[in-house]
């Protein structure tokens, strides 16, 4: 029997409004909520961001989480600036934390995006189980264009779900695609008006509410499978390669560049 009295999670409470979590009927609705920076994601919004996925895990009345932005912007990534001033290099840091949870999470999780999804913004997606796009949905996976690699075990299961070719043009040019395109090949379940996406994804969340969460549960760990442990594998190997990139000159280059507001030049990396 779930709770139908809306709530704010401790985590919440005491966290900066950046990040919002309001639970009710048995749905935990996390929403992007820093327009200002195009919802780019802090070290702090990381935090909040795990700690409410581990509060929603352990809770036995919430039953599904959703995760959205606004109907202009769904994430555009991690804060330069902030991703800068402290680099994640441990697997305690709160990007692995946020990544390992979601990852792991035993409930369903929907998704509603809407605008530019860049980097963290898109990959988190492949973790969830229903996605719903706005007709302005625009995906993009840019680390190689910032010195880097893939994180969130994308390169793992974007060629899974894209096949090699469509992934490899995915990571390896890092250009935006499309609502549609996603919907093509599986990233999304629906796409639809962006003014409805949240509503769309809120009324998929009721649906999954209503169902008995221990067969939710199964069902899900039995989808995930054997597959679970080579993700939490890729995901800590791709997050040493890419600590171990960010110091080097490509990533130096494409971050210099990126604060000076000019192209970066590969050119001698």
Known sequence: MTDSTATASPQAEGASQDILIHTEAGITTITFNRLDKKNS???????????????AAQDPAVRVVVLQGDVAIFSAGNDIG????????????????????????????????????VGIGTTMLF??????AGDNAAFS???????LCPEAASSLLVPRMFGYHRAAEALLLGEPFMAEAALEVGLV?????????????????????????????ETKRLMKGAGQAAVLERIAHEGESFGRMLTQPAAREAFTAFMEKRRPDFSAC
């Open 141 to 147: 996976m840019p680390f190689v264009n910032l010195g």
């Open 127 to 132: 973790h969830c189980d229903l996605v719903y």
């Open 189 to 217: 379940n629906r796409v639809v008006p962006p003014t409805e996406c949240n509503m769309v994804a809120q009324t998929q969340a009721r649906k999954l509410a209503a169902k008995p969460l221990s067969s939710l549960i």
């Open 41 to 55: 994601i802090t070290r702090a919004m990381y935090a909040t961001l795990a700690d409410a996925l581990d509060a």
């Open 82 to 117: 902030d991703f800068l001033e402290q680099k994640p290099s441990a697997q305690d840091s709160p990007v692995f934390r946020f990544l390992r949870g979601i990852a792991t999470f035993p409930k369903p999780v929907v998704a509603a995006v809407c605008g530019p999804a």
